[in-house]
């Protein structure tokens, strides 16, 4: 019995130290405050203990440090480097100034000329991409951003707005609203190509599609908004191409004859239009690689292999622009990369051939509609890309302003100035008056030196003498001079020294 008691007694011991051992590793966190008694390390406990009995526990007074107490650690983090992924961009605020001028022309030019604004999904389903974008192109085949969902949806990031314009046009019963339905948006899109310049996986585009109308009066007025647009934004070089690319009529006749051209020259393809012979050969035209280039040139011309009704709408197309004196260039090898163009289809370059890329792009697409299930209804429409205007901008070296800054700073002194320069910034906003403030700088000096940064050209003087007074001082900051009014009489006296 007492050999049983003592062995359960070890185990009981053994048991102990274990606990103790860990508690070790969690008291490794914990500093005990001076005087406390606490119990020693199980290390020391267990190094002493005696055969037989299990060890008394000892305690040992932490003693105070002498001098400060020392300071609670930092706590410290294992560093992980953040960056944004390859081909996104941040929009700093120094950057702005050029989207703010964007988004007000855009929104500015579509009003004048009758387009109302669209907001469509980030994502949708992904077959909306891969019939409307089109099975063959290099955004459906290379470029889309899809993913499942867990419920097992299969969606993508939308490459471009069309599709999903179209969608919500047939969706919304957008055929029962006076036709054409012009509409417009802006936001941005996602393609998940190589990086470069002008290039980016997430970019914005602003887009307009006018739905519902097959006469070349629409075509001409999408061109025009954008040249509107690009002429409001002062941007000087820029040059226009179109070209005209049939209708389901016109085109097998052409396919046919091209096909037997680029069949005598398959050895001189780059790997990317082999596959283009096979399923799109039109696409074979759009090649950006120099030798593909090179026998594009020299290709059978889709302009002379109309049909009546295609030749008609682009001759039409063509007196239009030159009434309105829009300057052109007929490009017949101009195809765009999309499977949905029907007749008209344009781009506009800086420089044609250059890196950056087109500014934007469109043309006409008579049956995307009706592919949707949608009643037969042409449209036409373009985008541009708000990244490339403004690399176009600032290689044109075209100063955008800023916005306006106040004309008068705020300056608040002691908790009694904060407490009532917080009201008096609010009178402010209620009266609509633009007014500087930098109520987390306690210093008169701090806050002199960003009303002079941000060229205030009055400065209002709250301390705790004037909140007392009922008075401010306000200050010239040219001259320099100070003069203290009554509070009450604020308004008044700033409209009087800025109409001077
Ligand atoms: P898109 O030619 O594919 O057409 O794109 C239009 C514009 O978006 C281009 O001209 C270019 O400025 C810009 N863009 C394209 N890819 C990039 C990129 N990776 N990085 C930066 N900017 C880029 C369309 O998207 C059609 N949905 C246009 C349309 C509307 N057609 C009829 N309606």
Not at 380 to 405: F, Y
Request: aromatic share 8%.
């Amino acid at each position: 019995m007492a050999l049983q008691s003592s062995r359960i007694a070890r185990l009981n011991f053994e048991f102990i130290n274990k606990i103790m051992a860990r508690k070790k590793i969690i008291k490794t966190h914990y500093k005990a405050k001076p005087g406390r008694r606490v119990r020693q390390s199980a290390k020391l406990s267990a190094g002493k203990k005696k055969r037989g009995r299990p060890a008394k526990r000892k305690t040992r007074v932490i003693k105070a440090k002498r001098g400060r107490p020392s300071k609670p650690r930092k706590p410290t983090f294992a560093k992980i480097r953040i960056q944004a992924p390859r081909g996104v961009h941040d929009i700093l605020p120094e950057e702005q100034k050029y989207w703010d001028k964007i988004r007000t022309i855009v929104s500015q030019v579509a009003i004048s000329y009758g387009f109302k604004r669209i907001d469509v999904p980030v994502f949708e389903d992904i077959n909306l991409f891969i019939k409307g974008t089109g099975q063959t192109t290099d955004i459906v085949q290379k470029e889309m951003y899809t993913f499942k969902t867990k419920g097992g949806e299969h969606f993508a990031l939308r490459p471009e707005f069309t599709p999903g314009i179209v969608r919500a046009y047939i969706e919304h019963g957008m055929k029962n609203l006076p036709q054409p339905v012009k509409l417009y948006t802006l936001g941005p899109v996602f393609r998940h190509n190589k990086p470069q310049a002008g290039r980016y996986r997430q970019f914005y585009q602003f887009n307009f599609e006018i739905i519902g109308d097959a006469n070349p009066v629409s075509d001409v007025q999408t061109i025009q908004v954008f040249i509107a647009i690009l002429k409001k934004l002062n941007l000087k070089k820029f040059t226009f191409y179109i070209n005209s690319i049939g209708c389901p009529l016109c085109v097998p006749q052409y396919k046919k004859v091209l096909v037997s051209y680029y069949r005598q020259h398959l050895s001189k393809l780059c790997f990317d239009c082999e596959r283009r012979f096979k399923e799109n050969p039109l696409r074979l035209l759009d090649c950006k690689k120099e030798k593909c280039k090179r026998l594009a040139n020299k290709s059978p011309q889709i302009l002379d292999l109309l049909c009546e009704e295609c030749h008609n709408h682009f001759k039409e197309v063509l007196e239009l622009l030159d009434e309105l004196e829009i300057p052109y260039i007929l490009d017949p090898q101009l195809v765009r990369g999309l499977d949905y163009y029907t007749r008209t289809v344009f781009e506009i370059w800086e420089e044609k051939g250059d890196a950056l890329g087109s500014l934007l792009g469109g043309g006409r697409y008579d049956n995307l509609v009706e592919m949707f299930k949608g009643k037969s209804t042409p449209a036409v429409g373009a985008a541009a890309g708000i990244e490339r205007i403004i690399a176009s901008l600032k290689k044109q070296d075209i100063k955008i302003s800023e916005k306006e800054k106040p004309k008068i700073f705020l300056i608040q002194l002691g908790e009694l100035g904060k407490r009532r320069g917080l009201k008096l910034f609010e009178e402010f906003q209620s009266k609509g008056i633009k007014i500087g403030e930098a109520f987390s700088k306690p210093s008169i000096k701090s806050q002199l030196k960003i009303a002079d940064k941000e060229g205030a050209q009055l400065t209002l003087i709250l301390g705790q003498r004037e909140v007392l007074e009922d008075n401010i001082i306000i200050r010239d900051m040219t001259s320099g001079a100070q003069e203290t009014v009554a509070l009450e009489r604020v308004f008044q006296e700033i409209k009087k020294r800025l109409k001077k």
